[in-house]
Each structure stands twice: as C-alpha cells, then as structure tokens.
Nanobody
Framework: QVHLVESGGGSVQAGGTLRLSCAYS????????MGWFRQIPGKEREGVAA????????YYGDSVKGRFTIYRDNAKNTLYLQMDSLKHDDSAMYYC?????????????????WGQGTLVTVSS
C-alpha cells in the first residue's frame, strides 16, 4: 500500500509559478514510476509529468514541456512539480500517483495509487 498526499495548490495569475508537493509513504519501493495528472470536470484525466523511480528519467505532456519540472527528494519522501509560466488552461485538480509499470508513464491506467488532489486555479 502506498499513501500519497498532495499540497501546494492555490490561485495564481497567468505567468506566475506554483510548486506542488506530494508526500508519499508505505511500500513505495515497489513503484517503478510516479506522476502528476490533472483533471477538470467533464474531461478525462491528463498525464502532466512522470518520473521513473530508479533512473529519475522524466516524461512530460506536450502541453507542459519547457514550463513544468518533475523531481523527487528521496530524503524527504516527496515528489514535486514545479510549474512556471502558468496559463489559464493549466487550471485543474492535480493528482499525484504511483504505479508499477514499464511503459505508458503518462497514462492513468499505469498507476494504481492516487492522492486526493490539490486544486490549481490560474486567472488570465
């Protein structure tokens, strides 16, 4: 079992920055990947960024490449998502996830543990 708790969401103006955090605990050693997803009502959950736990290799969705950075602090058992140059379209509920998969790292089906989410609102 893996427990994930997100924080850091809030309201920001377009062009601003936010850093999301995901504190994880439990049997995280069994997870091969961790990721950030976002969702707005009525739409499918979208993969934003993912990171492989062994190598630290990051993956990014096309809409956030060059603006968002995913990284982990193993000493603090925390996953981060640094979000820069935020746009109105980045507004969503953001979820942290952990999974055991060897491909499709930006697909929700690759993850079996999810946090409760943190809300990001970007005003234009």
């Amino acid at each position: 079992q893996v427990h994930l708790v997100e924080s850091g969401g809030g309201s920001v103006q377009a062009g601003g920055t936010l850093r999301l955090s995901c504190a994880y605990s439990g049997h995280t050693s069994s997870s091969t990947c961790m990721g950030w997803f976002r969702q707005i009502p009525g739409k499918e959950r979208e993969g934003v960024a993912a990171i492989l736990t062994a190598s630290g290799t990051p993956y990014y969705g096309d809409s956030v490449k060059g603006r968002f950075t995913i990284y982990r602090d193993n000493a603090k058992n925390t996953l981060y998502l640094q979000m820069d140059s935020l746009k109105h379209d980045d507004s969503a509920m953001y979820y942290c996830a952990a999974g055991r998969s060897w491909g499709g790292f930006l697909l929700p089906r690759s993850y079996n543990y999810w946090g409760q989410g943190t809300l990001v609102t970007v005003s234009s």
